[in-house]
């Protein structure tokens, strides 16, 4: 099982048309690949987005510290659900919602993550995608990213200098993406936090 000490990965798959399609993102804190641990092997791609670091932890540790400590187990169990919604809303987004709606949430996921991650804040982060992995996660072509990213600017929603994002409106970003941050479960009331592992 490998965990994210520093940078952003992304986890991918490529279609037989050479077409790639980018199913999550992650960044430092996260487990990248929990379910391998009993799947064995991959049916996906990670790669590395920037420089970073990861941990390596063999999957017969994995399966002897959950045995040993269930506790853990159900962190683990409780990582993957979480993982499992992210996807969800993924999906949904790519399926169901227009190119400046699938933008706007997916800005508006990042900022969230990214802040928890003490990488940036809502309002001011780093985008650590380019265009073209941007395309890749919302099926739009980089054109496309480009002139939705244009768009959002001009509605004050956001700005933007090289790879700096600004959210200028939050609500009304959030309003468009129709996102709602509950399915990360970030909340301190959540009822699972006591079995949510410590980032």
């Known amino acids: 099982m490998l965990c994210l000490i520093a940078g952003f990965a992304i986890r991918h798959k490529v279609a037989g048309n050479g077409l790639r399609q980018i199913f999550s993102i992650h960044m430092k804190g996260d487990p990248v690949d929990l379910h391998n641990s009993m799947l064995g092997t991959a049916d996906h ?4 987005l920037s420089d970073g ?70 309002e001011n982060f780093e985008m650590p995608m380019t265009q073209e992995e941007l395309g890749d996660a919302l099926s739009m072509t980089p054109i496309h990213v480009s002139r939705t990213l244009k768009t959002l600017a001009a509605d004050g929603l956001i700005s933007r200098e090289k790879r700096s994002i600004r959210i200028l409106n939050r609500d009304a970003l959030s309003k468009l993406g129709d996102f709602d941050s509950a399915y990360l ?11 949510a592992p410590v980032k």
């Open 45 to 48: 791609n990670l790669q590395m």
């Open 53 to 122: 670091r990861a941990t390596f932890i063999p999957i017969d540790s994995v399966k002897e510290l959950t045995l040993a400590h269930p506790t853990v187990g159900q962190a683990m169990w409780y990582e993957t659900l979480v993982e499992a919604a992210i996807f969800r809303e993924w999906t949904l987004n790519i399926g169901r919602r227009d190119a400046r709606s699938r933008m706007a949430r997916l800005l508006c996921e990042l900022a969230v993550r990214i802040e928890q991650a003490d990488l940036g804040t809502v």
């Open 185 to 195: 479960r970030l909340s301190k009331d959540s009822d699972a936090d006591e079995l």
